[in-house]
């Protein structure tokens, strides 16, 4: 088989600021039969360890560092022997859900992340998170975004370390660059293509002031 992309929907919280809220978050797993990568590891690493069906766990790679994308992450490294990977500007974030339990990798701009004949670009996109960053792997024709972009619009930049005018600027000069009918696959909810999302950067901004 060559590689694919799978989806996992997991439920569980969003903690930040003082304020919790049940949220839906898409896991994605993307490898072929005999190994995958997982990025962002949300809140039930039995579900995701069922999924990846036995293949062999290259690393779990963290968009951001948000308690919603890492909850699942040192339960899921522990029973797979996986590293977490994670950029470093999102540390402060990472140690408010996981203190005693640091990142074995630090996933700066232009790295990539290798899987089953796939590579993974690291793209740094701060604004909704310090360390916020999406992971680009032309061969599949997909853009893995976290939560800087999503169908309809950036992430939301309303709470601590978060930042409008700087996610808009990665979006704009990182994402809407990729060719257009790249896929967007979202931290949540459903996918969209760049070429769906650019003509709107403007209302964004206009929205966003």
């Known amino acids: 088989m060559s590689a694919g992309i799978d989806?996992?929907?997991t439920s569980g919280t969003f903690s930040l600021d003082g304020g919790t809220w049940d949220v839906d978050n898409n896991v994605w797993i993307v490898g072929d039969d005999e190994e995958?990568?997982?990025i962002d590891a949300a809140h039930d690493a039995d579900a995701i360890v069922a999924a990846?069906?036995?293949r062999a766990l290259r690393a779990i790679v963290c968009t951001h560092a948000h308690n919603d994308h890492i909850d699942a992450a040192p339960v899921l490294a522990e029973r797979t022997g996986a590293p977490i990977l994670l950029h470093q500007d999102d540390l402060p974030l990472w140690k408010q859900t996981h203190p005693d339990r640091l990142p074995d990798g630090e996933l700066a701009d232009g790295r990539t992340v290798t899987v089953a004949g796939v590579d993974l670009t690291v793209l740094h996109t701060?604004?909704?998170a310090p360390g916020a960053v999406c992971l680009?792997?032309?061969s599949l024709n997909a853009l893995f975004s976290g939560d800087t972009l999503f169908?309809?619009?950036p992430g939301a930049t309303g709470r601590s370390y978060s930042h409008f005018g700087t996610i808009i600027a990665s979006i704009r000069?990182?994402?809407?660059e990729l060719p257009e009918d790249t896929?967007?696959?979202?931290?949540?909810?459903d996918t969209t293509t760049i070429a769906a999302e650019a003509p709107h950067l403007q209302e964004w901004i206009d929205r966003g002031h």
């Open 151 to 153: 169908a309809g619009g």
């Open 126 to 128: 701060p604004g909704h």
């Open 136 to 138: 680009y792997a032309p």
């Open 173 to 176: 000069d990182r994402l809407l």
């Open 7 to 9: 989806r996992l929907v």
């Open 36 to 38: 995958a990568v997982v």
């Open 183 to 189: 896929v967007v696959y979202t931290g949540h909810g």
């Open 52 to 54: 990846l069906g036995g």
